[in-house]
């Protein structure tokens, strides 16, 4: 595939064109790879996925794609975990200002 020159100048015109949207190499070749054949992305990426649907070809997020599958794939699990946790660990916090003003 990377001796493909097709392929390289489709990348490097995905990568200058998409760059902004979050796409970073080698998920160029990776994007040029499907608009050339027409196929669909699979990916964890959310660069990836936004340039995808910039350049119009179809694209699978995995991590929904599990939740379909799945009950509950165990990367949502994590995450519901994580912001519980970090609701569990939140405190207040005064700031000199804030307190000042309670005074007065």
Same mark, same amino acid.
């Given at each position: 595939?990377?001796?493909s020159s097709e392929l390289r100048k489709k990348a490097n015109e995905c990568f200058t064109k998409y760059r902004e949207f979050g796409l970073h190499k080698p998920d160029d070749m990776y994007l040029a790879f499907a608009c050339v054949t027409k196929s669909t992305v699979l990916t964890l #990426?959310?660069?990836l996925i936004y340039s995808s649907k910039k350049a119009k070809v179809k694209s699978i #997020?995995?991590?929904k794609f599990l939740d379909k599958i799945m009950d509950k794939a165990p990367m949502t699990i994590l995450a !519901? !975990?994580?912001v519980e946790l970090n609701k569990?660990?939140?405190r207040p916090v005064?700031?000199?200002g804030d307190q000042f003003r309670r005074d007065n």
């Amino acid at each position: 595939i990377q001796s493909s020159s097709e392929l390289r100048k489709k990348a490097n015109e995905c990568f200058t064109k998409y760059r902004e949207f979050g796409l970073h190499k080698p998920d160029d070749m990776y994007l040029a790879f499907a608009c050339v054949t027409k196929s669909t992305v699979l990916t964890l #990426d959310g660069g990836l996925i936004y340039s995808s649907k910039k350049a119009k070809v179809k694209s699978i #997020d995995f991590h929904k794609f599990l939740d379909k599958i799945m009950d509950k794939a165990p990367m949502t699990i994590l995450a !519901e !975990e994580r912001v519980e946790l970090n609701k569990k660990l939140a405190r207040p916090v005064l700031m000199y200002g804030d307190q000042f003003r309670r005074d007065n």
